[in-house]
């Protein structure tokens, strides 16, 4: 009878707190011009008018207007970090993200602030992206995604130059536009596969050839204050990044907890088992505190969202979705299973404020969607996550292995 009573009491407690829950309303919302149609997509089409302005349309979402949130990012306690920058119209979110959380970890570990070459890890992970498509007989992706630590990779085999030395940047452009490269590049990687021209020298040299015409020849040396350097002594000797210094935590249950795991989505296009698979309060525990730390990581997940709003910069999961207190590892699996959860950004997460009990997060962002305010206010390119967004939509995070050392820790003893 205890034990019944008990179960009772805890329902109607639950029942009480989820009915006290503010409810989020909802609204189809006309979507308008912004950013990327007004800005980008203008300076893009003043040179090359081919390009077709995108599409608006109607979309469900929650409505955060006349709500108060902490969207100010004088709020937060912030780590280090340049100033937002612009992927254009391209799909290099994972390099974007990737390359300015290293900024950031070369000033926590040298105090130098150097502004990287994006496009530089770009070209050779397209080169690396051919080279596997020739081996695998065209039964391997070929797009313009990647991850966060395919970075990592071409660092180690190309190094990195500052993004003065390279900018990969087309004459007469003030945003990057790969739609006519990619285009060319995808059709011609098409052709090597129907015609079955698996000669991988002259795949890769076509494909450089494609690339220098629309990005420039990426550097074999560089001069940094009076010395010269390989793209590859600067990161070593210069930049002083370790490779392998960094980790990929990973939260799904379609792998097993405690272990190295593929992440099984397509922008992981070689396949890398590198990441270290834990249940989702360790997960967002790891993040938590790494943040509170000092330590800066890159996220990766989901913001196609409903509650993911463009004109707050706020992202947060509605009541209308599910109760903040409900997700779990099935929630988190069950929406990443049937393709509501998708691998489709990558974002710098650079700080943390606490407000009655919630976490919120600041990200640095890349994408046009943050930038649909005025270009000179400080939240100009950031979002503001609430901690059950991350909880529920992002998938992994890439950080120092000094930041998680108690989490790698139990790798091996579950």
Known sequence: MKKVILATLTFIIAAASYAQQPRTPAIMKEGKPGYFQNTIMKDIRAVDDSILPAKTEKRFQA?????????????????????????????????????????????????????????????????????????????????????????????????????????????????????????????YMDNVKNTNAWDEAQVISTVKSIMNHYMGIPPESIEWKGIRYTPKEFLSSVLKLQMDDYVDVLSYLQKPFWEKVEYEVPDNWWHSRDYYNVPLEDFMNALKNAIKNHYTMVIGGDVSEAGFSREAQVAIIPTFDIPSEDIDDNARQFRFSNGTTTDDHGMHLVGFYEKDGTGWYLIKDSGSGSRNHDEAAPEFGYYFFRADYLKLKMMDFLVHKDAVKDLLGKFGKQ
């Open 63 to 187: 409505d955060l207007s006349g709500m108060t949130w902490p969207n100010k990012i004088n709020l937060y306690q912030k780590e280090w970090h340049l100033p937002p920058v612009s992927q254009g119209n391209t799909n290099t979110c994972w390099c974007f993200s990737t390359t300015s959380f290293f900024e950031s970890e070369v000033h926590r570990l040298t105090k130098q602030e150097v502004k990287l070459s994006e496009m530089y890890t770009v070209y050779w992970e397209y080169v690396e992206r051919a080279k596997r498509f020739v081996s695998e007989r065209g039964n391997s992706a070929f797009s313009e995604g990647s991850e966060a630590n395919a970075v990592i990779r071409d660092f180690k085999k190309y190094g990195i130059v500052p993004r003065e030395a390279y900018s990969g940047m087309e004459p007469g452009r003030k945003f990057y536009s790969h739609s006519k490269m990619f285009k060319e590049l995808s059709q």
